[in-house]
């Protein structure tokens, strides 16, 4: 329950720092009798694994996840699942020059007011190794949901200035920068290139969508399903906004434009974003994230020693020059974790509900 | 715990619905010694309150809210405080006639499917009546916090497509827009006019800041400050959006545009808008939030009726053409909530730590 | 989630003090459809009441419950439920004289010391008087329950050194004691006259049972069943010792005595009382709680004053010469809050799941 | 916040079962600053270690525990520390005979209701095994509990029928039993010694004692000190009792006896255990548990199969005829986590408190 625990009866607990032993991850209330080996959960973590393409991190992870409780004979017992994937390569080395330097725009100047200490190395619990762990997780959430019929799935919708305009689901595996649009993949390549040489970094938008939520999930008023997906994925480093369904655009929406109005063949919008007085309506779930730009650049900043003192520094190491390529695998698990807790709140607390009213679909 | 609490050492649960007896709210944690009484709820009620202006709802509600417990001789005693708001003007002869439709863009078709049974006056628990509850919380928090020289105050920046730049906290007070600018008040009224000549609504972005945070706030990695702050923005009616700091601009800055560097007289900007690695940096803590456009709106739409058919409907009765008009004091209460929360937990998890670093401040 | 809420998906959240305005609870996580009435509420708080007997507190309150929220057209909505009731018969004069003393084997002393202020009037938030609200909201738990076919009861087993057997469920309404056994009544109304006239108080034991437990409910390893019971019951004012099944005489119990053996007929004991592995096994639930005797009694004691100096006091005013005698529907309601909790996490956990053994009865 | 996390502020989380590779814990709200290496852990574990005198399961476990994260140059960081304890003497060949049955009195038959699927192998999730994280997670807690003045220490109290007298804290240390008695420890050999040739268990009353406790600890009214060391005691396995103070004694105590009164030389007695209305009142808090026999006996015993079947069953196997034995660490450890997370509480929540009344010490 304290901070590093997810969910009420989805319960995600996980550990680690950057350049410790490892990272745990300990999941509470996956149901039993769900068929779970670690090849489930290997496929979302490569698709998040650093050093898979030019573009990002050159440090090279394993990332191979052991199961260590919860599983037997192949399937899930409803008893906690114990997650470990060890460090492997983590160059300890490369920073010892900053350990007495708060690099601006990292989380040690806040880290070092908070705890009076911190572990340096890599950004410790700040840095986004933690994530993998998180992936992990969710990819169990996601196994579970999809045998309730509900997929869910992300994409870059804009790289820098770069929008990217939805071609199609099979594009996002065809290419490192998980797009949408072949069309686009050219042009972010020779952005990504550029900032690679003005030693820069930029920011992502990533989109995450859910497919086949049946309505009802959510719990009014303060665990909304919007406002849990806003917890979960202003979570992940990097986040500095999120959007369900039109998000910002809504304030220039009038009301009629806004609405989505329902006829008997289904709803005929999805602005809401799938999501309605804080409950799933049974559209898509629609979210955006906007990642910042990555803080570890080598173009040179100012900033100030632990004693106070003015200086320069630069960040060396291997870093991304856009966090926002890894994010889309860390996106889909924090939805799906929302998503599975949500279901078994609602399943929970509303089991006996009848319904007469039909679900409407979207045309 | 269910979803009606929020926080986890300072926690406010809340009752009630537009057209029952009354609202409640039990908020627990608040510590003894604080010297509280109705008038210091009753300052952010009526900012929040209908009927103020031509511009808002036409309910006439008293909103006197009672306190039942946790004071004892003018003084908080640690125990928990109970809120007791009488709801006098409800008029529920205005909703029969929906009682068997689903207002587009309401929350009445999801609350339909969730529960199976709804109380379908005025929203019943989905209307924005119950915020009433949250500003009154709201405003202990907000109290205890000014002790500890935390300030939060928030403003309309943008209405519809008119964007208004901050000129001063004293305008704020002056116009019924919660507009930080004279200037733009009368294209806001003339606005606002022609938009209830047309029957229809808008949304509208607010903005929220918390000055005076000391550093430290924040519990890494999924109650991090933002993720909190957004849960608490997210859950209030018609949000559909969160930034912190620069928010969705971060997506096209470039790492050296986007970080705040730092010096010994203190951040050179704030980009981030006060939180690094999910911790407060003692810098202001900067959010907006994007506010739909109200669905209750008098120009027909299609919808369906209870058993499915296709149906237009008008919606009569009070409502607000714009909501985020009283927006403002409830992002403030949820802010407050959220900092007063962490402002516990930070105490009662690093009250032992030594930090020799010293708080920048920005320039 | 702070001190004043108990439960996580029926979640009961309580407020008020023995001489303030009144007492509120928030009933969150009551699923929709079920008939609700002040009525369902008002038979358990006329069963607690004080005033009822000549063995009880002289304190007449009428403990009229007001539904403020949750229900409608009375039926519950989903929506959490507020309750309210007003103190009207306080007589705080009663207690101005103790505003210095800390009474001995009282909360005052350590009340004083975790809040450095406290509500000296009639004990404040550590009076029995906030239970009222308990067992209003035990009602609601104990109504739904009732439709799954759970039935809980408790009975007095013991006052003082007077042991009581069981000899029907119906005797234990036709008496002030909640005692099962008619034979023993007049024995226990002559000791308690005795105890008056000795102006002494004494203890009591009070067994609670549920019938008709579904096997499977409980959360193994933190959340067994047994624990949360021992939880719930132990947080009843004056509760020193909460036993389950044989409780301490296990200690003595060799392994083939103790152990439930089970035959397709059914299990051939239950020294278990009900609960296996921290889970319900279908046996009936039994738990026993042992209260102290009450502290407020008018035989002089030593104590100190606020300021350190030795004196001695008498306790005035109303009381219980054994609060024992109005513990048992507390210990009911506390008992239904408990098994309503985890009736809904087990169905939100394990509705899949598939269980091909059949429920064994107990002969 | 699933079944298998405890504690709000500092949260210990577990999993792991007896047979599969290994058990897990993430301690999360440990203070930073405060130095911990293996050895704090491994000393609790080895007191509680399989395999340390004949009187004990026979099962060797090195039980080395390894910390994976939380910990920077010897020094807790704040961030949640992981613990791994490889399982590594597991002989699962000696369970397959059991599969299919029922073990009377264990937790197989709730197992398989709730869940469906159980891991049959040493009692899977239900088996002691589990018990090792909480030692090693509590003490952490113990170590920075000392750093406050707090000392937790346990004994056993009564071994089957025969009851131990407190001699010395020395005595303690100096045999298998954790008898604080030497003059009873071959009374309690030959006892054992006899139910092993009987081929039978029996249970044990064990005494856990929290020197140093400043008053003030703990939430009313749900989460009470009491309740809460309730919660933690009982959900030890075999735990079928607590008592707080003089327990179950109360019951015949009177008024008269039972209070501990004041003088400003101390309390005069402790019968209250050291908790008044909840909270610590600064003497020592005194808490009892009673556990049952091992269900794990050699003497044969009626069950039915899982297809409903009449059999006789025979556990095979090592097993503890007596588990008291080994939960003296145990109880401890979970003594020791409750009061770690309220004494953040507290501290959270009351640090401003300003308290002029002295603590009064225990004559």
């Known amino acids: 329950m304290s901070g590093n625990s997810f969910g009420k009866l989805f319960t995600v607990t996980t550990a680690g ?3 410790g032993p490892g990272l745990m991850a300990i ?35 394993a990332d191979e996840v052991e199961i260590l409780s ?44 908070k705890y009076g200490v911190r572990d340096y190395r890599g950004g410790g619990r700040s840095s986004a190794r933690e994530t993998a762990m998180r992936v992990a997780a969710g990819a169990i959430a996601k196994k579970y949901l999809a045998t309730k019929g509900i997929q869910i799935r992300g994409y870059m ?56 939520v049946m309505p009802g999930l959510g719990e009014p008023i303060f665990d909304r399903l ?6 979960a994925l202003m979570s992940i480093n990097a986040v500095k906004g999120v959007e369900i369904g039109d ?17 008997p063949d289904g709803f005929l919008s999805n602005h809401a974003g799938g999501v309605l007085g804080g409950i799933s309506s049974g559209q898509p779930i629609v979210a955006h994230i906007a990642l910042k730009p990555t803080s570890s650049i080598t173009v040179p ?22 966090v926002g390529i890894r994010a889309t ?29 039909p679900v409407l679909k979207q045309l």
């Open 27 to 61: 999941v509470d209330g996956c149901p039993p009798g769900m068929p779970l080996t670690t090849a489930d959960l290997q496929h979302d973590l490569d698709r998040r694994k650093p050093g898979t393409s030019r573009h990002t991190t050159q440090r090279q992870e």
């Open 301 to 322: 900043g100012r900033t100030i020693t632990a004693s106070g003192e003015a200086t320069d520094m630069i960040t060396k190491g291997r870093h991304d020059p856009c």
């Open 329 to 357: 695998p860390i996106a889909e698990a924090m939805m799906a974790m929302v998503l599975m807790d949500h279901f078994l709140r609602q399943r929970g607390q509303n089991a006996d509900v009848r319904v007469s009213v």
């Open 247 to 263: 998000g910002f655009a809504c304030v220039a929406q009038r009301g009629t434009e806004h609405r989505d109005e329902m006829t």
């Open 226 to 231: 919007d406002a849990e997906l806003a917890h």
């Open 70 to 113: 919860g599983v037997f004979e192949g399937v899930t017992t409803g008893c906690p699942i114990g997650l470990l994937i060890r460090n492997t390569d983590q160059r300890s080395r490369d920073y010892s020059a900053i350990q007495d330097l708060f690099r601006p725009a990292h989380a040690d100047y806040s880290y070092q007011h």
């Open 157 to 212: 919708s804009q790289l820098g200035p770069i929008t990217i305009p939805f071609q199609s689901w099979d594009e996002v595996h065809n290419n490192a920068f998980f797009s949408p649009n072949s069309g686009k993949v050219a042009e972010l390549e020779a952005y990504m290139d550029q900032l690679r040489r003005d030693q820069d970094s930029v920011g992502a938008k990533i989109t995450v969508i859910a497919d086949g």
């Open 17 to 19: 720092e950057s350049h």
